[in-house]
């Protein structure tokens, strides 16, 4: 689950073992203070030095992203991206989380992720692709959530405004950032 | 009365007092993109923008190519300032790949990322300028920029789009003599930048114009989640050359310029001070920079990365500039995005213009720092 | 005198040398002038419509100086220009008002197409959202390449222009 070839504590110290090794520790009390609060609703997917990700399922989220403003003083979201995964079905949806307020957070960006399912023929704004919006929670989300509505076909119920940013007014295609739009030519 | 509407015509009442205006494309006082402005009179009751007249589908296209072909791509959002958009691209390549960084090559790096600010910063400038009607604070800076132009041209080759980084380090070496050239050149700039001062930020107009116009709290540039000058204007210390030091900044010595009046005088001065700040940053790197190595890694071709995602940061001139990589064991990337200062900051619009004078918004508005190409990616 | 020199049989050849006379005389030494009072004071249109404005707007710096060959970007109204110089990459949403903006122009109008995503698409040909050049939306008369052109490149182009309307009909 962890990614421990890329932690940066592991190249100086320790002999080859069979168990993992150590994870950094301040983003380890980071998630053990989420997963501690919320069990197995969360799931996470790796501790790396200053990133984390965890997975969450899209009913829970809305809590779990209270929980990360009020308790460990997360303030902004810096960017949300959407990335398709036809294969399983979903289109995971990650908010890198940040924070400018404390001072021990600097360098720390944490990766909330969320999955929705995934509709072969997509009628975006009307079929199942929904998640529930983090507006509320973090405002700054408000141009991007837009963007992967528009790019990938995924609806944020409770976001007030669903409504094109980018793409041309009369696109009328498949969202373009889902694997089966095919540029041209190749 | 009319009773037959043609096809495809439809009516809408419209209030009597509130008039929509398109701040459109071809607009003396816009860049490439549309404000919807609704007024009353004079005052500026809500905006709506509306971006995407320069969108290209970057992150479409660059899952089509592989690392390295997605160089010259991924620089175009930002001609001008090429090398710090590709910085966070290669820094998240190079950890995808398990690749180690020459030491020379890092400060070479550094160089180039502080010589790309001023010819973003001036150019920025220089169009703010023409927006106010102040037809010096165009000249000056157009001419001043051509003498950091000159410097790139001679370590890469291209006046704009370099496409000079590349995972594993710098494309070429430093020509001979650079190192003498580079710091005269970079001593008569500073000893440029020094009179605006004068000339720009003591000027009288200048100050009537921006002064208390567009005030953004401290409160909602953090909630806002706005990056870079605009945040360090209201009084946020932050800035990532510091707060988390990428390559070689955490050998050098970087002082962080937080005003804090929050309106458009100080977000029009911050990056002035910050380019003060890139001469020190130039200087110390010339010096501490080691005399000889290699400054690139040799790659094997067709490189693939595992099953890994990276999330890297950079400061740039427009604030932090971020790339998140997921790879899948091929040799091109699953999925890129790049997320961009202007594409954060573009929130301040809507929550800044509502209330203001219709004369104020082009202050206002390119003082964000607002790069359209580069948001619409 | 004149009565006898003009008879109904060479009226029609008379007026002819007298046209051409009139021609040689004065229209064209006056369209000439007309032409000459256009190529220098070429005004285009302030739209920017994509990267290659950046070294748009290095042309009309201090070094480049584009301004001595009378291009200033007027930046009054459209009604008043004569010059598109379409700035690079051309998106699907940028064309319709390319072409608004065309059509509010006074005759004589003259396009540059400017970078090569204005000629052909460029680096940009297989992209969703981009036309492969401006050709089907405007009537281009000079095609300056480059990625973006050097300043340089782009008054050569304007040089080009220049010449081209030193040729043209004045009316």
């Given amino acids: 689950m962890s990614d421990s070839e890329n932690s940066e504590q592991e190249i100086q110290a320790q002999p080859v073992e069979e168990k993992q090794p150590d994870l950094p520790k301040f983003e380890k009390d980071q998630s053990d203070k989420i997963t501690t609060k919320f069990g197995s609703k969360t799931e996470i997917a790796f501790v790396k030095p200053n990133r984390i990700k965890i997975n969450v399922k899209k009913e829970d989220i809305l809590d779990v992203a209270t929980f990360i403003r009020d308790e460990l003083n997360y303030d902004h979201a810096e960017s949300v991206t959407g990335v398709d995964f036809p294969a399983d079905k979903e289109i995971e949806v990650v908010y890198h989380l940040g924070s400018y307020t404390d001072p021990q957070l600097d360098k720390q960006v944490l990766s909330l992720a969320t999955r929705a399912t995934r509709e072969d023929d997509p009628n975006p704004g009307k079929d199942s692709t929904r998640l529930p919006s983090l507006r509320d929670i973090f405002y700054s989300v408000e141009f991007h959530e837009r963007e992967c509505f528009e790019m990938l076909g995924v609806f944020f119920d409770g976001h007030p405004d669903n409504r094109r940013l980018l793409l041309p007014e009369d696109w009328a295609d498949l969202p373009p950032l889902r694997k089966d739009f095919a540029i041209k030519g190749r | ?377 | 005198m004149l009565k006898d020199l003009v008879t109904p049989q060479n009226a029609n050849a008379f007026v002819g040398k007298l046209g051409d006379i009139l021609v040689k005389a004065i229209d064209q030494p006056l369209g000439y002038a007309i032409n000459w009072g256009r190529l220098w004071s070429l005004w285009p249109v302030h739209i920017e419509t994509a990267c290659c404005s950046v070294e748009f707007g290095a042309a009309s710096g201090p070094r480049y100086d584009v301004e001595r060959f009378g291009i200033i970007e007027a930046f009054g109204s459209l009604r008043q220009c004569d010059l598109v110089v379409v700035q690079g990459t051309i998106t699907r949403k940028m064309a319709p008002r390319l072409r608004l903006v065309y059509d509010q122009m006074p005759e004589p109008k003259y396009v540059i197409a400017m970078g090569a995503c204005a000629i052909t698409g460029g680096l940009y040909f297989d992209s969703y959202n981009v036309l492969p050049g401006i050709d089907g939306v405007l009537p281009v008369d000079v095609y300056v390449p480059g990625c973006p052109p050097r300043p340089e490149t782009l008054i050569q182009g304007c040089m080009l222009l220049q010449e081209k309307i030193k040729r043209m009909k004045a009316r």
């Fill in chain 2, 1 to 377: 009365m009319t009773t037959q509407l043609p096809p495809g015509i439809q009516l809408e009442k419209v209030d009597e007092r509130i008039m929509t205006l398109n701040v459109g494309p071809q607009h003396p006082g816009s860049g490439h993109m549309r404000l919807i402005i609704r007024v009353d009179g004079d005052r500026i009751v809500s905006c709506d923008p509306d971006p995407g007249y320069v969108h290209r589908g970057e992150e479409k296209m660059a899952e089509y190519r592989n690392y390295i072909t997605n160089i010259p791509h991924l620089e175009r959002p930002v001609i001008h300032d090429s090398c710090n958009i590709l910085y966070p691209y290669c820094l998240g390549v190079e950890e995808l790949l398990g690749l180690q960084v020459p030491e020379r090559a890092k400060y070479v790096r550094v160089i180039a990322s502080e010589l790309n600010r001023f010819t973003y910063t001036l150019y920025w400038l220089a169009i703010y300028g023409i927006f106010l009607g102040h037809s010096t604070m165009f000249m000056w800076p157009a001419g001043d920029r051509e003498f950091a132009i000159d410097l790139l041209e001679k370590l890469t080759g291209a006046r704009v789009t370099h496409a000079y980084f590349v995972p594993g380090g710098v494309r070429n070496d430093l020509p001979a003599n650079f190192e003498d050239v580079c710091l005269r050149q970079v001593n008569y700039l500073e000893k440029r930048l020094k009179t605006y001062g004068d000339i720009f930020y003591d000027n009288p107009i200048l100050i009537s114009r921006t002064e208390k116009t567009g005030v953004l709290s401290r409160q909602d540039a953090i909630r806002l989640g706005t990056t870079g000058t605009v945040l360090r204007a209201s009084g946020v210390d932050y800035d990532l050359r510091v707060k988390e030091p990428y390559d070689v900044y955490d050998e050098l010595d970087v002082h962080t310029n937080v005003l804090k009046n929050g309106d458009s005088y100080d977000r029009s001065k911050t990056p002035w001070l910050d380019m003060l700040e890139s001469c020190n940053i130039i200087r110390q790197a010339l010096e501490k920079m080691p005399k000889s190595g290699s400054v690139r890694v040799k790659l094997k071709p067709n490189p693939k990365g595992g099953n890994d995602e990276v999330y890297k940061r950079v400061e740039s001139g427009r604030g932090a500039l971020g790339a998140y990589i997921v790879s899948r064991s091929k040799p091109e990337p699953y999925r890129v995005k790049l997320s961009v200062g202007s594409f954060r900051n573009l929130i301040c619009m809507p929550h800044l213009l509502k209330g203001e004078k219709l004369g104020n918004m082009p202050a206002v508005y390119w003082s964000l720092n607002y790069w359209p190409v580069e948001a619409d990616r």
